[in-house]
């Protein structure tokens, strides 16, 4: 595919709501090999990710280096874009539109997506425990963007667990009762990392931020089913 620039007046116009507004306020900066495509919702996902990850950091009042450095890795941010890419975050912490706009704006583009609705959710997730330490009101507001998104209940816990460790961490990972046969972790787990495997990711047209957390996805799901099949004894 051959991917053109993308300036923020034009793409703001196509994506429309919040999001097109937010970047629609570049005004003529480019937004090359972040949003890569000519397309709304490649488009929707990384500006939202942008935009929600800067009202996070507002949340809990404190932007640390870690969490800069958890970003640029979610996005590998080239040198050339990132004066761009910093521009719109900062744009995004002073903007009066709140963070349950752009979380609805993104629910409804990605109606039918869950995957790429989770896809998010850990992107957020990940730049949140880059200092190591979840803060309260970080929780809080990962839980509200969830239940925007449309996890709620066992469907946000089985997310959360992938970054924040609970009692029966492996079990929440892979969406799972304790008590669950050998088979059914087995089938479960299976299940999982077929739905998450970052050739599925790339194949629907996401960045390469979605398909890099997609690989980080697995390997979690890998290492939940790995301690449970060393508790129990088995292959």
Do not use: C
Not at 23 to 30: D, F, I, P, Q
Not at 109 to 120: G, K, P
Not at 166 to 188: F, G, M, N, T, W
Request: aromatic fraction near 8%.
């Amino acid at each position: 595919m051959t991917y053109g620039l993308i300036g923020g007046t034009g793409l703001g116009l196509v994506l429309g709501g919040p999001l097109g507004a937010l970047l629609g306020a570049l005004a003529g900066h480019v937004l090359d090999r972040l949003l890569l495509a000519p397309a709304p919702k490649p488009a929707a996902f990384s500006v939202a990710l942008i935009a929600l990850s800067a009202k996070m950091a507002k949340a809990d009042g404190v932007v640390v280096p870690a969490e800069v450095k958890a970003f640029q890795e979610v996005f590998d941010i080239p040198p050339e874009d990132f004066d761009a890419v910093s521009r719109l975050y900062n744009l995004a912490k002073a903007d009066v539109a709140g963070f349950d706009a752009y979380a609805r704006q993104v629910a409804q583009m990605f109606a039918d997506d869950r995957e790429t609705r989770e896809d998010l959710m850990d992107a957020l997730f990940h730049v949140a425990k880059a200092d190591h330490a979840l803060h309260e009101r970080e929780l809080v507001f990962l839980e509200e963007v969830g239940r925007i998104l449309g996890f709620t209940g066992t469907a946000y816990a089985r997310i959360e667990a992938r970054h924040v460790r609970r009692a029966d961490d492996p079990y929440a990972v892979l969406d799972l009762a304790p008590d669950a046969s050998d088979a059914e972790v087995k089938q479960r787990w299976r299940s999982l990392v077929s739905t998450h495997h970052p050739d599925r990711i790339a194949g629907r047209g996401l960045p390469p931020a979605a398909v890099k957390l997609a690989t980080d996805r697995v390997a979690v799901l890998n290492a939940a089913y790995g301690r449970i099949a060393e508790l129990r004894d088995f292959r």
